[in-house]
Each structure stands twice: as C-alpha cells, then as structure tokens.
C-alpha cells in the first residue's frame, strides 16, 4: 500500500470534470479537455507509448537531462525547491533532482492521485534527504505550493516533456504568467519543448505501429464514462493524428464511426459518421516562437539546450529583470 505522506490533495471533483467535457462538447468543433487522459490506466500507456521505437521525445529528454547535469547544477544552484508540473513516472525527475545540489524539497503537481504516490514513492527511496511534499490537483489552476521545513534559496519549476505544446498559445502565456508568479524574484523554471521537424517523423511518433497511442487516446472515453457517468462507446470512435503544417502542431481526435448519440450529464450529443472531437494539440516550436511566447510572460530564455539532432530542448527559463 503506498502512503498519502504531506500529500495535499486537490484533484478535480467529478462536477468539475462534468463541467468542463459539457462546455467542451457544446464548442463547434467539439473537444474533450486532454489532461483527462491521465488516470491510473492512462499514466501506465503513457509509459508505454515512451517505449515504443516511434516515440523520440522521451528517450532523447532522457539523454539531454543526463548530458546537461552540471550546467543545470551551476545555473541553478543549491537549496532549491523544486516544482514539477505533471509529474509522471519520476525518470526524469529522478536525473534532475541527482544533478543538483543539496536539493531542499520536491513538489510535484500531478492530476492522477495514483501515478503521483507512486512516483514519490520511488523517488523518497533514492532521494531519502530531500522532503517530498506532492499536491494533488489540476496544475492549470493556481496551486498554492506546501512551504518545505528547511529554508529554500530558490524555486525550480520543471515542466518536462512537450506538455506545453498541449495548450492554445493564449493558454500557454497564461500558465508561464503563472510560473512567474510562483517562481519568484529569483526562481527559475526548465521547460521542455519538442522542435519542428518533418511530417513524417512526428506522424509517426502519434500514430505508432503497435497501436499504443490509439488506445491511450480511447482510454479518456472510459475514463469518462467511470467518473461521471457518461456512455461513450469505445469501439465506435477512432483515434486520428494529424499533423497540421499551417499552425506547426499535430492534432489529434477521436472520430465516430457512425451515427450515434452520446448522453453526459443529462445531455445529449449526436455525432454522424465521421464527425470528431478533438482531445489533444501538441505545437512544435522554432526558438524564435519559444522565445517570443516566453517574453509574453515576462520571462527570457537564460540557457537553451538541445539534443544534437536537434529533436527536443531544454529552456531554462529567468524573469525579465532578474
């Protein structure tokens, strides 16, 4: 059994959850919100989709966290708190917290109660001297985060992984306002974003052969259907990614075989075959976009990273000024 040790807990009630897919399905065209994916199941096929040949994005921030420990390490400093958005399986935080010195705390914020214990578990066990205190709670909100027992020099906000891709632009400024809030006068925040690059290489990356992303995407309707009472019927919508060149970003949704009628919250929603929602984007960035998107914020890039294929980066990240 894992322990809910200093865990503030947070998640989204399932009214809220309702709220949100409702909203989402009465938009023209129709979407269902993305970090909904995420619940035991679904965090346990996204490692899975991390280990298929197709997926670079992971194995290749994997190799450019292990290569830039002491830069970070330097550029950082020690006594850092450290707060992660969406923490996942720990791999990565696991290098972060290694190449830094004397870290003070870890904070991760992460939506599925059960992938968040499971990753402080592992990582009190490697990391007995730092105090772990995790929240529990829809980081696209504002979180108020948990004070550490020692004192913290500065905050690292980490946000690994492509997952600000994820967000309209609007949406993504609005959350690195919020790091800017949350880092202080003199914190910090490394992001992680995937690069441009040709067509095929990332329509590969979401469609993968062994059908993993497929049933990852599909695992959202069930995941909805458990939690407020919905009826999707899996198998009669499909996953499709695509990428979209015009706005430099796959697209990916799950598309209705035939006609059907789908009931949520009292509500009913048709759908003619073919008709689809969309449930996931995930932007691809030049520097030049990252770096203007940052400014919007308030924020400029201090030290970029990227691998040397030029895949995925690193961006660390400093409040204009500081």
């Known amino acids: 059994m894992i322990r809910a040790r200093n865990l503030t807990d947070l998640q989204p009630t399932r009214a809220a959850i309702e709220r949100e897919v409702l909203a989402g399905l009465a938009r023209s065209p129709r979407r269902l919100p993305s970090k909904y994916f995420y619940d ?31 830069d970070m390490a330097r550029l950082v400093g020690s006594h850092a708190h450290v707060v992660e958005y969406g923490s996942g399986s720990g791999r990565k935080t696991d290098l972060l917290l290694e190449a830094l010195d004397d870290v003070v705390a870890y904070t991760p914020i992460e939506i599925s109660r059960s992938a968040l214990l499971e990753s402080v578990e592992a990582l009190r066990e490697s990391h007995p ?30 946000f690994p992984g492509s997952t600000l891709g994820n967000f309209e632009q609007a949406e993504a400024v609005a959350l690195l306002r919020a790091m800017h809030e949350t880092m202080g006068p003199r914190g910090a925040a490394l992001i992680g974003i995937d690069l441009v690059k040709s067509a095929p290489v990332l329509d590969a990356a979401y469609n993968d052969a062994a059908g993993v992303t497929a049933e990852f995407t599909l695992n959202l309707l069930a995941r909805l259907n458990r939690d407020i009472g919905s009826d999707f019927d899996l198998g009669r919508f499909e ?10 970003r796959i697209e990916t949704r799950l598309v209705s075989l035939a006609a059907q009628t789908v009931h949520v919250g009292g509500n009913s929603f048709d759908f ?40 995925f980066g690193l961006r660390l990240l400093n409040r204009m000024g500081s």
């Not at 997926?55 to 830039?68: A, F, K, M, P």
């Open 239 to 248: 996953h499709r990614a695509e990428f979209v060149e015009d706005h430099s």
């Open 40 to 70: 035991a199941r679904g965090s346990e096929l996204f490692e899975e989709i991390t280990q298929q040949p197709e997926y670079y994005l992971t194995r290749v921030e994997l190799d450019l966290l292990e290569s830039i420990g002491d």
């Open 129 to 158: 001297g730092i105090e772990m205190l995790p929240v529990c709670a829809d980081f696209t909100h504002a979180v108020e985060l948990p004070h550490p027992s020692r004192e913290v020099d500065r905050t690292l906000l980490f």
């Open 272 to 311: 003619a075959a073919g008709d689809s929602m969309l449930v996931e984007m995930s932007h691809k960035y030049t520097d030049a976009d990252f770096a203007e998107l940052a400014a919007e914020a308030g924020l400029f890039v201090k030290q970029a990273w990227n691998d040397a294929d030029d895949l």
